[in-house]
């Protein structure tokens, strides 16, 4: 091993940074400096202190990022409707570059050589986490325990927390990992490895059952500016306010749950099981305000960058210049996105109810079947017939193919 005098370790109190913050102690006999970002996950940071410290930990970092990481982070990827294969909102993915950037930070504030993290080498994780880094700190020292140590499963972590005295949340009867943060909780590992079987009902913990929902639809208003949230209901609230408010919202109407194999950057399927009750209600919101605020080749030209921003984002490029570049031409998509959405929701479902905008494209007088005085439906026919030349002349030079 070489010599390594002071790590900064991303800290979460689980049980893998648990185990890998008494495993550098014991490896590097180095200084280990515990970091954990309170991004929403509901947990006593205070209790993640004390648990840091009993662990082994010669300092320890708490830092509330909750209205930095909505604001900064999740907001900009709403305004591009980011949506990684078509499901997943990207919840963990946008807090990696985050919380690795925190980690440099305090890597430089304390002159540490080195930063470690508690992704396996099988994950994503690892890669938004080292990109962070090497982004910020070009030649800091990363060590990944999952890549080098002699523990080649969460059963083994256990066992070896265990003859250490280390408390650990998992039970090798229950052994899923979970990462939770305002805008989601992701569920992966151990009893959800198998597709075919579905996630047992108390794994939840941000939505009810759609099956147990209020049998009477809830109608909720979120108002936009520039393509940012910035109301519920009339009520103006911060950013990780607001994301709060529509999590406990949707939650009791069952609404956000996913469940899919997605692929992974490093090459692998997984299975992933997540819940994003907020985050939906202002992706689909946010889509609605959209469609009558964005002219039509806009709409079509950012729709069509979807896939490569949410890659990106998934992928862990978040400070790349391409995705910096993508972000400045969706912003400016996002000038006249203001306005103001109606959802109604019921048992796992969301339903747009009415949109409205002082910037709105939609003209009543020039969609109306009714009479009126903009538009001659005569024009129609040279239109169609000009859009189908090359239609017709393909046809035309295939008959005489056929009659030769």
Known sequence: MSEVKKVVLAYSGGLDTSVILAWLKETY??????????????????????????????????????????RDYVFPMMRASAIYENYYLLGTSIARPLIAKKQIEIARKEGADAVSHGATGKGNDQVRFELTYYTFEPSIK??????????KSRSDLIDWARKRGIPVPVTKDKPYSMDRNLLHISYEGGILEDPWAEPPEDIFQLTVSPMDAPDEPEYVEIEFEKGNPVKVNGERLSPAALLDKLNKIAG?????????????????????VYETPGGTLIYHAHRALESITLDREVMHLRDSLIPRYSELVYYGYWFSPERESLQKFIDHTQENVTGTVRLKLYKGNVIIAGRKSPYSLYSPEFATFEREEV???????????????????RSLLGRREGEE
């Not at 947990?43 to 082994?56: C, F, P, S, V, Y």
């Open 375 to 393: 538009y001659n439906q005569a024009d129609a026919e040279g239109f169609i017939k000009i859009n189908s030349l090359r239609l017709r002349i």
């Open 29 to 70: 006999n180095c200084e280990v400096i515990a970091f954990a970002a309170d991004l929403g996950q509901n947990e006593d940071m205070e209790e993640i202190r004390e648990k840091a410290l009993r662990t082994g930990a010669d300092k320890v970092y708490i830092e509330d990022l909750k209205e930095e990481f909505v």
């Open 142 to 151: 990363v060590i990944t325990p999952w890549r080098i140590w002699d523990l």
């Open 252 to 272: 009791k109407h069952g609404i956000g749950r996913v469940d899919i194999v997605e692929n992974r950057y490093v090459g692998m399927k997984s299975r992933g």
